[in-house]
């Protein structure tokens, strides 16, 4: 982590604190290859946004059979395919502000490519 992105945190109980979020999406699965292009479109665009740490999308596509072997790939789709987003901030504000962006950009895009509105859980990230 940068000394500005250090310094731009701000301290809370003697620990650095940021703010995170995840957001869940469930894709369709005639949708995949448009979810993934707009994907590549929101992240860089994300990246610049104030107070951004980093940001991440991940497609869910492998599970444990028994915990301590390789995960394996998925076989079949049922339903739809997850993929998850984590979005760090330097503050509860930037983020605010960058969530109501996010929304004005692309929730309409977003939404004809789900199955449902997509779940967002937020708060304080343990550093």
Do not use: H
Not at 7 to 35: A, N, T, W
Not at 66 to 94: A, H
């Amino acid at each position: 982590m940068s000394y500005k992105q250090i310094m731009s945190q701000y301290i809370f109980g003697g620990c650095i604190m940021s703010f995170s979020e995840v957001k869940q999406f469930q894709v369709r699965p005639d949708k995949l290859d448009e979810f993934e292009e707009l994907a590549k479109e929101m992240l860089p665009r994300q990246k610049e946004l104030a107070g951004c740490i980093d940001i991440k999308y991940m497609k869910r596509f492998y599970i444990f059979d028994k915990i301590g072997d390789m995960p394996r790939p998925l076989t079949k789709i049922v339903k739809c395919v997850k993929y998850y987003s984590y979005w760090q901030f330097d503050t509860i504000e930037n983020y605010s502000g960058a969530t109501a962006w996010f929304f004005a950009e692309f929730e309409k895009r977003l939404s004809k490519l789900l199955i449902m509105p997509f779940d967002i859980m937020c708060g304080e990230s343990i550093e």
